[in-house]
Each structure stands twice: as C-alpha cells, then as structure tokens.
C-alpha cells in the first residue's frame, strides 16, 4: 500500500487527543511558512500558513508556532480525529510562491 | 484560489522512453512550478515554469531531462525524458499568485518506470 517505503518520522494518538507535529527549518530567507496534509493518492493540501514576521497564528482545531530563533516550526491539531490521518509537511517560501519542503512527518490517529 | 487537473494521473513506462504531463489550471496565475516526490519522501522542486520563454531549473535538475513549457498562463507541460526506474516518482504541478502565500497543488501524476 502507499505505506511501504516510506521513511518519514511518525506519529500515532488516540482520537481527540491533541497533536504537536514538529518540523525544522534550514532557510531563513522564507517569507512565510506553510503547513501541509497529503493524504494518499492526493497533491498537498494547504492547512494554515504564517508569516516571518509572526510567531503563532491559530485557524479552526489548527494552531501554528514559530521560533526563528531556533529555526523550530511546529503544527498542533486539537481533539485530533481519525480524518486527520495523513502525511504532514511543513515548507517555506518566498513571495515568488516557490517552496522548500521539510522532511514530513506520518500521523496516525487511532479511533 | 485554483483548481488544477493534470494528466496523467499515473502510468507505467519501458525504461528509455519519455512521458509528457500535462497542467491545466482553471484561472490565469502567475507561477507555476513542477515539483518530484520520490518514494516515502518529501517535495524537491524541480524548476518554474515560465511564460513564453524557457523554465529556471533548480540545482540537480537539467532542461534536456527535464523539458518544460509554458505557453500561456494557464497550461505547462513537464517531459521526463529517456526515462529509467530511479525516475519513478510522483511529480506534482503547483501554482501560486505573486505576492501570496498559498500554493495550490494538483493531485500528481504517478510514474512508474520499468
């Protein structure tokens, strides 16, 4: 299945507990920070971005921190459910819309 | 924002031969960028598409494997050329407005080489 071979860090919760995904980042010249959900078989879906100059932006269950000083990026999910299952990137990016992507992370909520 | 359908959305080839992908977006943007996603792993961009004039390619990747076009602001083309099986990946078409954050991205194309 679209499991095997994949060699990306994982992670596994029970459904409604709360999600930390982490991420580092190597470019300091990003503009802005983007977090993604790929399920399998589908392109990248965007959740929630934040700006450079930010270091927290919540949207709806999502919540986004940044740290540049640590160069630390991380997602957190509240109650956490099974459709949240998917892979997880973090990337950043210019005002030209192109991206460095991190190295992903796996989660998996259990129900 | 953008919907966006690429084709094919997966094929097997016979080592040596090239596949061209097709990008079609349903609104004019101002970037499009071709990204691959090797097994269990991460995006690698590829190169931006340009309009009308030839695509800037990332380090690693080269026009005469790579050949890109764009001939307006809605469709772009990606060739993988003389093809072998370490060139078996998703590759995957984004857009984005200058100036904003968000890129879309279509659902990929699935290349299997044998």
């Known amino acids: 299945g679209e499991s095997v071979g994949l060699h990306l860090p994982t992670l596994s919760v029970q459904e409604g507990d709360n999600s930390i995904i982490n991420c580092a980042y190597s470019?300091?010249?990003?503009?802005?920070f983007i977090w993604y959900k790929q399920e399998s078989g589908k392109g990248p879906q965007f959740i929630i971005d934040?700006?450079?100059?930010?270091d927290k932006r919540q949207g709806q269950r999502v919540t986004v921190l940044l740290n540049k000083t640590v160069k630390h990026l991380s997602l957190q999910i509240a109650a956490t459910q099974p459709g949240d299952s998917a892979v997880y990137f973090c990337?950043?990016?210019?005002?030209?819309?192109?991206?460095?992507f991190g190295q992903g992370t796996i989660l998996t909520v259990h129900p | 924002s953008a919907v966006i359908s690429q084709k094919p959305s997966r094929d097997i080839c016979q080592r040596g031969t090239s596949l061209t992908i097709q990008c079609q977006v349903d609104s004019q943007v101002t970037m499009m960028f071709w990204y691959r996603q090797q097994p269990g792993q991460s995006l690698t961009l590829i190169a931006t598409?340009?309009?009308?004039?030839?695509?800037?390619?990332e380090s690693g990747f080269v026009i005469d494997k790579f050949p890109i076009s764009r001939p307006n602001l809605t469709f772009s083309t990606l060739t993988v050329s003389n093809m072998s099986p370490e060139d078996s990946s998703i590759y995957l078409c984004s857009v984005a407005f200058f100036g904003g954050t968000e890129a879309f991205f279509g659902q990929g194309t699935r290349l299997t080489v044998v």
């Open positions: 598409a340009n309009q009308g004039s030839e695509a800037t390619y």
């Open positions: 934040i700006r450079s100059n930010m």
């Open positions: 470019n300091s010249a990003s503009d802005y």
């Open positions: 990337a950043g990016g210019t005002s030209y819309g192109k991206l460095t």
